[in-house]
């Protein structure tokens, strides 16, 4: 699979990480990076990482490349994608957060690569895909959206638990790490809430997952609502689930059917002990089932928890998704 990275951001650099340094990258090849940023910034910022710690080997850079691990790849430094030969490209990765329009969307496409996969929400994609979740319509579509970080952690949740007893109703909050989306001091941004600065308080806010799941799951459309809250931690974030079920169970029939189906499924994992959030970061999985957090009141109505990487869980399914499309 011949792929390109365009923004090298930070999902960008954990999708390399990934790359280099587990087994999703074998049979990866990367062709080139784009990223508008200078290559001895981006070099720097791969190799030293305030989440992820330091990259275990040397990292260098010279002449258009950064080179790592016995390889040297292209760098380029072009804010319209459309300036860079992608000739023979698989999949581009645009991981640049702006790929909202179809003129950004199909910039990959015009370039030369076969498709694109979008490192989030976008109106432009043809298609959302959520691995684990609706995988299966994914079809021969060529600009393709990898959804949200939340949306992957909730929608296989979501499609499990109804399978198990059927969504009558639900209400997703997702406790959610700061972004780049806030800013460290206050600092005006559309929304009020999340103009205040990041890291000194906790900001209720809005979750993209609440209309995405709708698009991934339209079965369920109408059935579930959802908010976030962002609390003042760098990485790793939670859903926090309560459905009314329509079938009646009790807690350990449930608990029994939920584990089972997370131990099936892919991209979920299942945990007894009581973490905390820092002992799931570089965890792959999209969602991380809390055991000791279901909760139940009567026979209808469950409480699941989870946590999830919201940047290495993501760019593992961007890897697993962009498998796919080189598939088709």
Known sequence: MKIAINGFGRIGRAILRQILTTTRGEGVEITLINDIAPLEMC???????????PFPHAVTHGEGQLRVLERAIPMHH?????????????????CTGIARSSDVAQRGLAAGASKVL?????PAAE?????????????????????????????????????????DSAHMTTI??????????????????RSRAGALSMVPTTSSATHLIDEVLPHLKGRISGAAVRVPTASVSAVDLVARLQTPMDETQFSIALKAGAEAAEVLGWTEMPLVSS????????????????????????????WYDNEWGFSARMLDVARLMTDR
Do not use: W
Not at 43 to 53: C, I, K, N, R, V
Not at 86 to 94: A, F, K
Not at 156 to 167: A, N, Q, R, S, T
Not at 289 to 302: D, K, N, S, T, Y
């Open 43 to 53: 070099a720097y910022l791969f190799q030293y990482d305030s989440t992820f710690g």
């Open 78 to 94: 072009e804010a319209d994608l459309t300036r860079v030969d992608l000739s023979g490209v698989d999949v581009v990765l645009d």
């Open 118 to 122: 979008i490192s989030g929400p976008s």
């Open 127 to 167: 298609l959302t895909v959520v691995y684990g979740a609706n995988e299966d319509q994914l079809g021969a579509a060529r600009i393709v959206s990898n959804a949200s970080c939340t949306t992957n952690g909730l929608a296989p949740l979501v499609k499990l638990v109804d399978e198990i007893g059927g969504i």
């Open 176 to 193: 959610h790490c700061y972004t780049n989306s806030q800013p460290m001091v206050d600092a005006p941004r559309g929304d009020f809430a």
């Open 279 to 306: 002992d799931l970061r570089a965890r792959p999985e999209s969602l991380v089932l809390a055991a000791p957090e279901i909760r139940f009141v009567g026979e209808q109505q469950v409480r699941v928890f989870g």
